[in-house]
């Protein structure tokens, strides 16, 4: 079905949800395809990045690393990458669908505020913007 499908996951305390969106990317995937776990770090503004040890920084980035490198047991015998960037999280997940040249996108979309009413903003923005086929899981 699919060659390269890009899985946003952001790691804040809900790993279930994670693991159901690689579930899903599991079983969409093409025999040799490939799964890119995708994290996308909210950059800091330079004014608290510069009072944040170096240590402490880079320790966070292990944790993340740490955290998708289990969520990618999950995929089972399927090839997975991990893609880790810093930015703005509907823009960085564009960018990876376009490097990676995914045919799909799998994002998980929160419970909808009144301003995000049908999906979540990242999600919205993602499924307008997209190059390619984006599946939105609650």
């Known amino acids: 079905m699919y060659q390269t499908i890009i899985v946003p996951v952001a790691l804040t305390g809900h790993g279930g949800v994670g ?14 395809g490939t ?14 990045a510069a009072t944040i040890p170096r240590e402490q920084l880079s320790g966070r980035r292990k944790e993340v690393m740490r955290r998708l490198e289990s969520l990618a047991a999950a ?23 376009e490097e990676h040249d995914a045919d799909l996108i799998i994002v998980g979309s929160h419970t909808p505020g009144f301003s995000d009413y049908f999906i979540g903003s990242t999600a ?8 390619c086929s984006v599946l939105v899981i609650r």
């Open 35 to 48: 799964i890119v776990l995708l994290h996308v770090m909210e950059e800091l503004p330079s004014y608290v």
């Open 75 to 97: 995929a089972r015998k399927d090839k997975v990458e991990i893609d880790i960037r810093s930015g703005n999280a509907p823009s960085s997940i564009l960018e990876s669908a």
């Open 19 to 32: 693991r159901g969106l690689v579930e899903q990317a599991h079983k969409l995937l093409d025999a040799g």
């Open 124 to 131: 919205a923005r993602v499924v307008r913007h997209a190059q």
